[in-house]
């Protein structure tokens, strides 16, 4: 019976994990080299652990870190976040993680569009999102903002023409 080797090197663990898979020490191993992947938290190290070893609960597990790190939850600026749930959604479409990330775009994608308060942007985020829960306070958004434009619009005419007939009175 062969024994873990006395290293925590990935490689050194890999091997003793496939050789020996059923071996009472092969879940210290295995625990052992997601260890090592934790402690280097990064994106290819993370995805070269799911690789290896897609059906485990530890994949599971790397999957969520792998979102954490596209999705930095204390970013402040919204398009970065927009943008690395996005990079998530394309790089994992087949993970139940995706839907977490495409829902976490799309409210990223309203703040920033409710930020900005313009019928044009909310028109865009529709466009963009049409499946979003946010769609029907998007409408409602973008159609108080039409109307708030309009009566701008219609005041600053009806400025307009007071100021003439003043001035034609003068």
């Not at 070893?53 to 930095?72: G, I, N, V, W």
């Not at 204390?74 to 990330?101: C, H, I, W």
């Not at 619009?153 to 400025?159: G, K, L, T």
């Amino acid at each position: 019976m062969e024994s873990l080797p006395n290293t925590l090197e990935p490689r050194w663990l890999e091997q003793f994990i496939r050789a020996y898979p059923n071996a009472t020490e092969t879940p210290v191993a295995f625990t052992l080299r997601y260890r090592i992947v934790q402690g280097i938290n990064t994106i290819p190290a993370y995805q070269a652990f799911i690789d290896a070893y897609p059906r485990t609960l530890a994949a599971m597990e790397a999957q969520y870190a792998l979102l954490r790190l596209y999705r930095p939850e204390k970013e402040p600026d919204r398009q970065k976040r927009l943008a690395g749930y996005l990079d998530f959604m394309y790089r994992y479409p087949n993970t139940s993680l995706a839907l977490v990330a495409k829902a976490s775009a799309e409210q990223a994608a309203f703040e920033e569009v409710v930020e900005t308060n313009e019928v044009e942007e909310y028109e865009n985020f529709m466009q963009l999102f049409p499946n979003a829960h946010q769609i029907s306070t998007a409408e409602k958004l973008a159609l108080k903002k039409a109307v708030e434009k309009e009566r701008a619009h219609i005041n600053n005419n009806a400025e307009i023409s007071r100021a003439k007939q003043r001035k034609a009175q003068f």
